[in-house]
């Protein structure tokens, strides 16, 4: 398998990996499984770890627990702007850039999710190099969030960290910026982010 090919499934693979597990979700995993022998050992070990965990726990209790991570504690967030950015207006301005990617890709962002959650940046990865560029652009909120998943022992460190290892390696600049935002937490301001309207599912955007 090319490096190309390689990096597009490992992309569309750790994405279905990284989100909700509802039926289709799960209903994927047989294909996922067999797409981890054409990876790198390095991308495909952490993946099946994901894979094994949902393959051998109940479909409630994956929900419940992947509420309880994702969606209550604010330091496994997986939207990237938000350990860079916090819930401030500056965050809505690094929104407008990955809007813009999935634009000139033809793509858009499909059940309501910002552009900058990690499974939708994942899918447009596998579809167009500007996904590439948003995660190396990002890569600081990456190594938060592994870092974050890894305190909580979460299986979901692996899938994450999985798409670390697709990524060059981190600058000197990336890690002091992580081990600085790992003491302070995201930005915050008074004035809270406004609503950030995501490109819908219009002609010429597909998922």
Same mark, same amino acid.
């Given at each position: 398998m090319s490096q190309p090919t390689w990096r597009r499934v490992a992309a569309r693979a750790a994405s279905l990996l990284l989100r909700y597990p509802d039926d289709e979700v799960l209903a994927a995993l047989p294909t996922v499984r067999a797409a981890l022998d054409g990876l790198p050992a390095e991308v495909a070990a952490p993946l099946r770890e994901v894979? +094994? &965990? *949902?393959? #051998? @726990? #109940? $479909?409630a209790e994956l929900r419940a627990a992947y509420v309880e991570l994702f969606d209550f504690r604010r330091r496994c967030c997986? &939207?990237? @702007?938000?350990? @860079?950015?916090?819930? @401030? *207006?500056r965050r809505g301005e690094a929104l407008v850039g990955f809007s813009g990617a999935y634009r000139r890709a033809g793509l858009a962002v499909?059940?309501?999710?910002? $552009?900058?959650f990690l499974p939708a940046v994942l899918d447009l990865a596998a579809a167009d190099d500007g996904g590439w560029r948003l995660l190396r652009d990002n890569r600081v909120g990456l190594d938060l969030l592994v870092e974050a998943l890894g305190r909580e022992r979460s299986v979901y460190r692996h899938a994450? +960290?999985?798409?670390r290892e697709m990524l060059p390696p981190a600058q000197p600049a990336d890690l002091a910026a992580?081990?600085?935002?790992a003491r302070s937490g995201p930005p915050v301001e008074q004035v809270g982010l406004e609503p950030f309207g995501l490109v819908d599912t219009t002609p010429g955007g597909r998922r």
């Open positions: 894979v +094994a &965990h *949902r393959e #051998a @726990t #109940a $479909p997986l &939207h990237l @702007t938000y350990y @860079t950015c916090g819930d @401030t *207006r499909v059940d309501g999710e910002l $552009p900058d994450a +960290a999985a798409v992580a081990a600085r935002l």
